[in-house]
Nanobody, 128 residues
Framework: QVQLVESGGGSVQSGGSLRLSCAAS????????MAWFRQVPGKQRQGIAA???????????VHGRFTISQDNISQDSPEKTLYLEMNTLKPEDSAMYYC??????????????????WGRGTQVTVSS
């Protein structure tokens, strides 16, 4: 099993920046794709960025403002840390942000069903 713990959320004014982190532990040898999702109450969880050894991909809503990166991306490393650098934040970016890990290379659509491990989330609030 893989355990994921997010950190780095908080409150920021519009135009500001935050950096989220996700520490992955456990059987990370089975992790090929790591991603960030976000969710607001009453709406579905949305995939916004993902990374594997081949590429990273972004939802159009964050492309150019957010950057996903990962330490120890090699499959031989037991510990992996995922990051999300968020710049030029907007009020509509306010959400609970979740880290996710999946057992296959990242698909093109960042579907919830492609990920088998989830963190508990970290709240991001952007005020206007």
């Amino acid at each position: 099993q893989v355990q994921l713990v997010e950190s780095g959320g908080g409150s920021v004014q519009s135009g500001g920046s935050l950096r989220l982190s996700c520490a992955a532990s456990g059987d990370t040898s089975r992790v090929y794709c790591m991603a960030w999702f976000r969710q607001v109450p009453g709406k579905q969880r949305q995939g916004i960025a993902a990374i594997d050894r081949r590429r990273s991909r972004y939802d159009y809503s964050v492309h150019g403002r957010f950057t996903i990166s990962q330490d120890n991306i090699s499959q031989d490393s037991p510990e992996k840390t995922l990051y999300l650098e968020m710049n030029t934040l907007k009020p509509e970016d306010s959400a609970m942000y979740y880290c996710a890990a999946g057992p296959a290379y990242c698909g093109p659509y960042l579907r919830v069903s492609e990920f088998s491990a989830w963190g508990r989330g970290t709240q991001v609030t952007v005020s206007s």
